[in-house]
């Protein structure tokens, strides 16, 4: 199946810090989605982007799909910015999300 | 407000007791599936059922069973727990399967310790 890589595993950072966040897939994609995992464990849709670039607000994400890789930018991170970042694909023809194994950021204050 | 719920957020069982575990969404979605995860391995599929009366064993589906008599429920049923289930599980719908325009929902998560 599908793999998922994410790097790097774990980042900390100063509050008001810009950080990248990348995933690497091992196969076309139909469906890539950005997720922050919180304290609370509740998994937030940050992002769906399979191809091409979004934003919203100090967060946005780039999807290479032709160099199957994506790209998560947090500019002037915050503490509640703190959690896991994860990278999730579906590829085409399946029914399962991938996840890769996360990014566990901590902004310290 | 479009969500998927699940119940219960919290639960604590002894080995053997059989439960279940509840998942609802009002998005109208064809597609739901079940994941647990756990430290070190991450989050895998159980199950996933792609319409009503069609369901499909995942990763991991041991131990587990679901049902899709409506399309909004997809509950999760553990006939006899095992200490070795205790994880957090998530619920997840879709518009379709594949592909899948709009990305999954994903529900709170159900912590669950079986002891």
């Known amino acids: 199946g599908i793999q998922v890589e994410q790097s790097p595993p774990d980042l900390i950072l100063q509050e008001g810090a810009n950080s990248t966040l990348r995933c690497n897939f091992s196969d076309s994609v139909n469906n890539l989605q950005w997720f922050h995992q919180n304290p609370w464990g509740q998994l937030i849709n940050l992002f769906y982007i399979p191809s091409g670039t979004k934003q919203n607000g100090r967060l946005s994400a780039t999807t290479v799909a032709t160099e199957r890789y994506s790209l998560l930018y947090i500019s002037s991170s915050q503490t509640t910015d703190s959690g896991v970042y994860f990278c999730a694909v579906d590829s085409y023809n399946n029914n399962d999300m991938r996840f890769g194994a996360g990014t566990r950021l901590t902004v310290k204050p | 407000e479009a969500q998927v719920t699940q119940n219960p957020r919290y639960l604590i069982t002894v080995t053997g007791k059989k439960l279940t575990v509840t998942c609802s969404q009002n998005?109208?979605?064809?597609?739901m599936s079940w994941y647990r995860q756990d430290p070190g391995l991450g989050l895998r599929q159980i199950y996933y059922s792609m319409n009503v009366e069609v369901t499909d064993k995942g990763d991991v589906p041991e131990g587990y069973k679901v049902s899709r008599k409506e399309k909004r429920n997809f509950p999760l049923i553990l006939e006899s727990p095992s200490p070795n289930q205790t994880s957090l599980y998530f619920c997840a719908s879709s518009p379709v399967s594949s592909p899948a325009p709009y990305g999954y929902t994903f529900g709170s998560g159900t912590r669950l310790t079986v002891v």
């Open positions: 998005m109208n979605h064809e597609y």
